[in-house]
């Protein structure tokens, strides 16, 4: 007797009763590994992406945005710091600090954010040159491989940066200054593959350009007029005197004019060769800086209050606001993880009442098979196969829904932050939701099979 068989045969002898039992067990195992999937991957993004920083400096306003901003590049900028503030930390012999990376941002190209600031960023994540080389000159940038991928660049492109941080062309506006792309990062699963690097200066030299061509623009047109008058009065009354001097003055214009080659060369020189942000003025600005520190001592841990409290920038440390963050993110996690375990207890009453009812229709059923020899241990298996089986179902079921969920929200969360999230990735946690997935069908199965293994022959088949 094969009672796999005839326990299939008489679960889908009910279908709706079936249904029913297996749609709400397999919402509840769906709801749970899906809060697992979200959790883990969510989690392993945030650590990953910690980089060993102990410290992040910028301006005043949320911590938690400070460091989504400068650490996860999933916010605005709280501001700016001047850099006559940053430098003290920015020393190289300084006591405390082993490592400190300047950050600016503000800027991006196709919703991909640009970031100015130094090869030491790359050390913090452990990036590595896949294509091309590291920057070194202004404007050009080194892209991170999920850009390079998503958006088809190659080593050699150019494109124009926009203003802003948002992905809406029709709103971005374009600057003037082109980016070319001299190296693509090999890929290392954390945020540096969504980021767009260059020199800090290359940021200031964009908008300073800018600055300069709107302040000018409307003087060089009256000065253009005034020109044109001058000539038209020379041009009437100096004929001859311009005759005289057209030869001495045609070679003092070349002499004029090869001087002024010879500058803009150097100039032009000056602009794209970084200096090293020590040597700039004090009116520049950053957007933050990430430190790691020597040695855990009393003096390091006590420089974030110190910060805070002294000057007029704000410190934040990564690990303590990422707790935070957590925090909040689990009180809803939290109750959402027990609606889903209500669900589930309720599939597990709703197993229970299909199978005990149906005994009552299967009583001459079960006395027959105990007639043909059919022990009452095997009575028992059979509704304990009818339990599990549902509770089987509900869980491969559940798990189809949670991480067919997670792909279609895996797509919409690496659009919105740039974070590559797996659909098909299965846990640990999920095997022991197979387990509870059983035990909760044979507990449900338990008194329906005691009351079908007790069946009495003589009484069921004379209806008494």
């Not at 005289?244 to 090869?258: A, Q, W």
Request: net charge negative; proline share 3%.
């Amino acid at each position: 007797m094969n009672l796999l068989k005839l326990s299939w045969k008489n679960l889908i002898s009910k279908p709706l009763d079936m249904s029913l039992s297996i749609l709400l067990f397999s919402l509840g195992i769906g709801l749970i590994s899906l809060l697992f999937l979200l959790q883990k991957q969510l989690q392993d993004n945030f650590e990953k992406n910690l980089a060993g920083v102990d410290l992040v400096i910028g301006a005043k306003g949320s911590p938690l945005q400070l460091i989504l901003c400068s650490m996860y590049h999933i916010d605005s900028p709280t501001g700016n710091i001047s850099l006559k503030e940053a430098r003290p930390f920015l020393n190289p012999n300084h006591p405390l600090i082993e490592k400190a990376v300047p950050l600016s941002m503000g800027d991006s190209y196709k919703g991909y954010r640009i970031v100015g600031t130094e090869p030491g960023f790359l050390e913090l994540y452990q990036a590595s040159i896949g294509q091309g080389r590291v920057w070194s000159q202004n404007f050009e940038v080194t892209i991170g491989a999920g850009i390079a991928e998503a958006l088809n660049l190659k080593i050699g492109d150019h494109f124009k940066s926009s203003h802003g941080l948002m992905d809406d062309e029709e709103l971005s506006q374009d600057h003037d200054h082109e980016f070319e792309v001299v190296g693509i990062l090999a890929p290392s699963g954390t945020v540096v593959d969504q980021l767009i690097l260059t020199t800090t200066q290359s940021f200031w030299l964009v908008h300073e350009h800018e600055s300069e061509a709107e302040t000018t623009a409307e003087p060089a047109t009256e000065e253009h007029e005034h020109d044109e008058e001058h000539l038209d009065h020379e041009h009437e009354g100096e004929d001859s005197h311009e005759k005289d001097h057209d030869h001495e003055h045609g070679e003092e214009h070349s002499d004029h004019h090869h001087d002024g080659e010879q500058a803009h060369d150097h100039d032009h020189h000056a602009e794209l060769t970084p200096k090293s942000l020590l040597e700039e003025p004090d009116d520049k600005a950053i957007t933050s800086l990430l430190l790691r520190f020597k040695g855990h001592n009393y003096q390091a841990l006590n420089m974030q209050r110190g910060i805070n409290e002294n000057t007029d920038m704000q410190a934040a440390t990564p690990a303590i606001e990422i707790n935070r963050l957590f925090n909040l993110m689990g009180t809803g996690e939290q109750a959402l993880r027990i609606l889903a375990i209500v669900i589930i207890f309720v599939s597990g009453l709703s197993i229970f009442i299909s199978l005990y009812s149906s005994l009552k229709e299967r009583k001459y059923e079960l006395a027959l098979m105990r007639v043909m020899g059919a022990s009452r241990g095997h009575l028992f298996s059979l509704i304990i196969l009818e339990g599990v089986l549902l509770a089987l179902l509900g869980f491969a079921i559940g798990m189809v829904l949670s991480h067919g969920g997670m792909s279609l929200l895996a797509a919409k969360m690496e659009a919105a932050y740039r974070y590559s999230f797996q659909a098909w990735v299965f846990l640990q946690e999920e095997v022991w939701l197979l387990i509870g997935a059983v035990v909760i069908g044979f507990v449900a199965a338990i008194l329906p099979a005691i009351q079908a293994s007790s069946t009495d022959i003589a009484d069921t088949l004379t209806g008494e």
